[in-house]
């Protein structure tokens, strides 16, 4: 890296040497550029939308270090951005996170904003964000739902430690909370005005083909089984027990749309649309719900 100087230098190091390498991302959209950018601005605590005159500014020698260190990781370890900067913007808000939860990238960021209108018919009062991991939907749920009280719920301890810290980290200790709890176990007896989930959904065999990046991350907030379904279709048999007369499902299932049209024939799943296409979201009402229920 010798005769790099300013912050533009490294990023445009940075981005030959991403491209070079065939790093893959997907937080959001990410490209070369926008995540150089991220990890060279991140890794000396500047803001991404720094002003491009001071790109040109020369880096003091213990500057050099930090960046070398921080583009060196992601070159040769492969490690995610997120990882290395021990933190991800979600629905524009920032996270903490770290090996101990996925990276967030979920399409919701999207559509919570959206207030998922018109399918949700009432103001939640009550949230439950399933297999929460950092926190992400349930905090971002918070914000667009300043009254609602919101649960925060996951098998791993690890993972839910992360989750309160971006609860504190948000100051919404009031009324967003954390409950360890093996998908709907620990919450008999509670409904819910919105559930939304994003659940493990990857099959098995196909987490070895994940690129490496994907390896990082906690393997068990991942695989589902050898179809992907296992907790898709437990979320389908039980929420309707946790929610609401009025209240709604929101999941996401990754690419098992044709999978779950053809299981389950006589329920009509509303997919909402979203940018990530290779990503499904789907609505259920609580009466859908229930044609899905199982009494265990």
Not at 233 to 253: C, N, R, S, Y
Request: aromatic fraction near 8%.
């Amino acid at each position: 890296m010798s005769g790099l100087a300013t912050l533009r230098d490294y990023i445009r190091w940075a981005i030959s040497q991403f491209n070079r390498a065939q790093l893959f991302s997907k937080q959001d959209s990410d490209t070369a550029f926008e995540e150089a950018r991220t990890l060279v601005l991140g890794s000396l605590h500047l803001p991404y939308e720094l002003h491009d005159k001071y790109l040109d500014c020369n880096l003091h020698s213990d500057e050099h270090a930090v960046v070398q260190a921080i583009l060196t990781q992601r070159i040769e370890q492969r490690i995610p951005a997120a990882y290395l900067l021990g933190e991800a913007w979600f629905a524009g808000l920032l996270f903490k996170v770290d090996e101990r939860v996925m990276v967030p990238r979920s399409p919701l960021a999207e559509l919570i904003p959206q207030h998922f209108s018109p399918w949700l018919s009432k103001t939640p009062q009550r949230i439950l964000d399933l297999c929460t991991g950092s926190g992400c939907l349930g905090i971002t749920c918070a914000f667009e739902f300043p009254d609602a009280e919101v649960v925060l719920a996951d098998i791993s301890e690890p993972a839910l430690q992360v989750a309160n810290e971006n609860i504190a980290l948000h100051q919404l200790t009031e009324r967003v909370y954390t409950l360890h709890s093996d998908m709907f176990a620990q919450l008999r007896g509670q409904r819910f005005d919105l559930i939304i989930c994003n659940p493990p959904y990857v099959q098995t065999q196909q987490l070895a083909q994940l690129p490496p990046e994907f390896q990082r991350e906690p393997h068990s907030s991942a695989a589902a089984g050898q179809d992907g379904l296992q907790f898709i279709q437990h979320i389908l048999q039980h929420a309707g027990k946790h929610l609401t007369d009025k209240g709604l499902l929101v999941l996401e299932v990754g690419t098992h749309r044709s999978a779950l049209s053809t299981l389950y024939p006589e329920i009509d799943f509303t997919w909402l649309e979203c940018s990530q296409e290779d990503t499904a979201v789907l609505a259920l009402t609580a009466q859908q719900c229930a044609a899905c229920c199982v009494d265990a």
